[in-house]
């Protein structure tokens, strides 16, 4: 079995409806995870936990559907375009994103800054809209990227909107990683950021994640009153004072999320 395999995959292992096979073709473009290059079908086979054969005929498969390719040197393999299709449609479809996006947009020609909706996904938060500013790295603009939910401005927001049972046990399984060397990996650490979170309605992360950051976090709840996802505004610290930055965005931040429910 892979090391990389997911907690929703390993569940599903153990469901007498699943179908296994479908399972390893999901776990074949999962490979591709943090990946930096084209990956080999033996890579492909180790990542995905599965055998070479197993991983020669999905690749083929996913080839002849549009959802692979081979790379322009010809010694690994790519996602193809067909990827973008399914991420479209899930975009388009999805009620919160539809809700989010002319608000966001508003929000963002206002503060000038950069403007992200996060989705809340257990460990992680994956970004669904990105709007930019003046400077980003390039892992800054891209849909899809995620990041850890105990060290992000917010991950906070949405960890202070959950019992705290609940909060400790998503804190118990995290991998804590410092992404900076201001990262908190200190459970009790990141406990007083979400106990501050619920006393100011906003979380405020200060390069957690890249040097240099300072970012405003706000919850966004969903139709379960469970938080859904999160605004997050990032501004940067040779521009701003975090205290100064948390009174000019997070009211405006605030006022966006209430927008959205």
């Not at 930096?36 to 083929?60: F, M, N, Y």
């Not at 322009?72 to 996602?79: E, N, P, V």
């Not at 996802?229 to 966006?256: D, Y």
Request: hydrophobic share 45%.
């Amino acid at each position: 079995m892979s090391p990389k395999m997911q907690p929703k995959a390993l569940r599903a292992q153990s469901d007498p409806v699943f179908v296994q096979s479908l399972g390893k073709a999901m776990r074949v473009l999962e490979a591709f995870r943090d990946s930096d290059a084209p990956l080999s079908l033996a890579e492909i086979s180790s990542r995905a936990g599965i055998t070479r054969s197993a991983a020669q005929r999905i690749v083929h498969s996913f080839r002849q559907l549009g959802y692979m390719r081979l790379s322009d040197d010809g010694r690994g393999f790519l996602l193809d375009l067909g990827i973008l299709d399914l991420t479209y449609n899930y975009l388009r479809m999805h009620p919160l994103i539809r809700r989010a996006t002319p608000i966001l947009q508003e929000l963002r020609r206002t503060v000038r800054e950069r403007v992200d909706l996060s989705l809340f996904d257990g460990q992680r938060m994956v970004y669904a809209a990105r709007l930019q500013s003046k400077r980003e790295v390039f892992f800054a603009t891209l849909i899809g990227h995620s990041v850890p939910t105990y060290c992000t401005s917010g991950g906070w927001a949405v960890l202070a909107m959950l019992p705290d049972d609940e909060v400790n046990m998503l804190l118990s399984a995290a991998e804590m990683r410092q992404v900076t060397p201001r990262t908190l990996t200190d459970p009790q650490a990141i406990r007083e950021q979400i106990e501050l979170t619920r006393q100011n309605g906003h979380s405020l992360a200060i390069e957690q994640i890249l040097m240099g950051e300072v970012a405003i976090g706000v919850a966004i709840s969903g139709s379960d009153n469970r938080p859904a996802g999160a605004i997050h505004i990032a501004g940067n610290l040779s521009e701003w004072q975090p205290e100064e930055f948390r009174r000019h965005v997070a009211p405006l931040a605030s006022a966006a999320a209430s927008a959205m429910i």
